[in-house]
């Protein structure tokens, strides 16, 4: 089974500076999607950014880049110039891309970002 | 709709009735999904429809979870003789056909048992 592991609950940052958090994964699965996403308190989950498994470049979102370690199975987010906004519920999660049926994203427990004034 | 819309947004009932949840997923997207959430957790899931039929229902906790998706739309959670320990946000996903990956989430609903 799939397992996504956040280490660190609890994030805090400054207005405009850069804050990475982490994310590992474990699957024997060499085909898959990871993905992070953003719930604040509305409590809708919004995508953030997207990393398929095959492609060695790091996806980048504006602000928003990832570091994707394919062997280490490691999937950190860097926000960089960080805003009040940004301050949420983040959550790591794996999709498995191809076969079966099985097509369900697996979450962390997420880190609470506070992003400070 | 333009977005997955869930009601009730909140819903407090006592121990031992039973609830339904409902959920209109996004025009077109023949995926759905339930996850529940505990207070501080990750998103668990509990079942996964490809159409009408739910394609895999591994995460339902036990017998007193249920849900449907008659026509192929809308989906109904129904959980009878609730406990306590099924409180918690309930949230609706949908899924473009494709294998892309991305989730669209509703913004759940949240079950108080008493």
């Known amino acids: 089974a799939q397992t996504v592991t956040q280490s660190q609950p609890e994030m805090s940052v400054q207005e405009a500076e850069t804050v990475t958090l982490s994310c590992t994964y474990d699957?024997?699965?060499?085909?898959?999607?990871l993905f992070w996403y953003k719930q604040p308190p509305s409590r809708q989950m919004i995508l953030v950014i997207r990393?398929?498994?095959?492609?060695?470049q790091n996806a980048t979102e504006n602000r928003f880049s990832v570091n994707f370690q394919k062997a280490a199975k490691s999937f950190s987010l860097k926000i960089s110039d960080s805003q009040l906004g940004d301050a949420a519920m983040y959550f790591c999660a794996y999709y498995r891309r191809s076969g079966g049926s099985n097509y369900k994203l697996t979450f962390g427990k997420g880190t609470l970002l506070t992003v400070n004034p | 709709g333009a977005g997955v819309s869930q009601t009730p947004s909140n819903k407090v009932t006592e121990k031992g009735k039973y609830v339904e949840l409902r959920c209109d997923p996004i025009?077109?997207?023949?995926?759905l999904y339930w996850y529940r959430q505990s207070l501080g957790q990750g998103p668990e899931f509990l079942i996964y429809f490809q159409g009408t039929g739910a394609a895999d229902d591994s995460g339902l906790p036990n017998d007193r979870f249920f849900a449907v998706r008659p026509e192929g739309s809308v989906s109904t959670l129904k959980i009878q003789r609730t406990e306590r320990g099924d409180s918690a946000v309930y949230l609706c996903a949908s899924r473009a056909p494709g294998i892309t990956g991305e989730l669209f989430f509703g913004e759940g609903s949240r079950l108080t048992v008493l």
């Open positions: 699957t024997s699965e060499s085909d898959y999607y």
């Open positions: 025009s077109g997207h023949t995926a």
């Open positions: 990393q398929e498994a095959y492609k060695q």
